[in-house]
């Protein structure tokens, strides 16, 4: 490519195409847009990528995704979050999508992923300890494992259980189900499995 295209657009092209879910065809895309779009456009982008890690930092209590120089998430000190309910998530972009139900007002937990030996993830990847501590020093009464409906997830949680020892502390799950719309027989075991668990009366 780079003996049909100049050097730098071909750099351009290759550095799009390292995203995850970007094919060649969309990061050539990407790359002919930019170079036919305003310059401003471009240099945007570049400062804000350069920036990223500089100004991006975690809360040392949730590790959830911070600004570089706050001491702690607002998703923490915020006096109407109820710090004695957490929920917890692989991910810090997790919070994001509960968030976006404007329904839960306890503060959260990011454990930087899901318990996974097979990809070298192990108990001391995950921040469960800082968890532990959390529970201890908040005197946490819930936490809510909102951990993905898959092996790694439920790994993961049996985990936390174990962790908690005799600590008098409430343990839920978000509700699993068969989402609306899906036929008995495209389901999977676990999602079959958490449907029959949470089983509600009619009448």
């Given at each position: 490519m780079s003996s049909i295209i100049p050097k730098p657009l071909a750099e351009l092209i290759e550095a799009f195409g390292q995203l995850p879910g970007v094919g060649p065809r969309t990061a050539e895309r990407y790359a002919y847009y930019l170079l036919k779009a305003d310059p401003s456009k471009s240099a945007i982008l570049a400062e804000a990528a350069a920036n990223?890690?500089?100004?991006?930092?975690?809360?040392?209590?949730?590790?959830?995704?911070?600004?570089?120089?706050?001491?702690?998430?607002?998703?923490?000190?915020?006096?109407?979050?109820?710090?004695?309910?957490?929920?917890?998530?692989?991910?810090?972009?997790d919070i994001v999508a509960l968030e976006k139900t404007n329904s839960y007002n306890g503060t959260y937990h990011v454990l930087g992923g899901l318990l996974s030996p097979i990809d070298g993830v192990g108990p001391d990847q995950l921040r469960v300890k800082e968890l532990m501590k959390r529970v201890d020093d908040d005197g946490v009464e819930e936490l809510i494992l909102a951990t993905n409906a898959s092996v790694e997830g439920e790994s993961t949680a049996l985990l936390i259980t174990q962790r908690l020892g005799?600590?008098?502390?409430?343990?839920?799950?978000?509700?699993?189900?068969?989402?609306?719309?899906?036929?008995?027989?495209?389901?999977?075991?676990?999602?079959?499995?958490?449907?029959?668990?949470g089983r509600q009366a009619l009448i």
């Open positions: 990223l890690h500089e100004q991006i930092s975690t809360c040392p209590k949730t590790f959830a995704l911070i600004e570089a120089g706050q001491k702690y998430s607002s998703l923490y000190t915020d006096p109407r979050r109820n710090k004695q309910v957490v929920a917890v998530v692989a991910d810090a972009f005799k600590r008098p502390v409430k343990l839920t799950r978000l509700a699993r189900g068969l989402p609306v719309g899906v036929d008995l027989e495209y389901a999977d075991q676990i999602t079959l499995t958490r449907a029959l668990e």
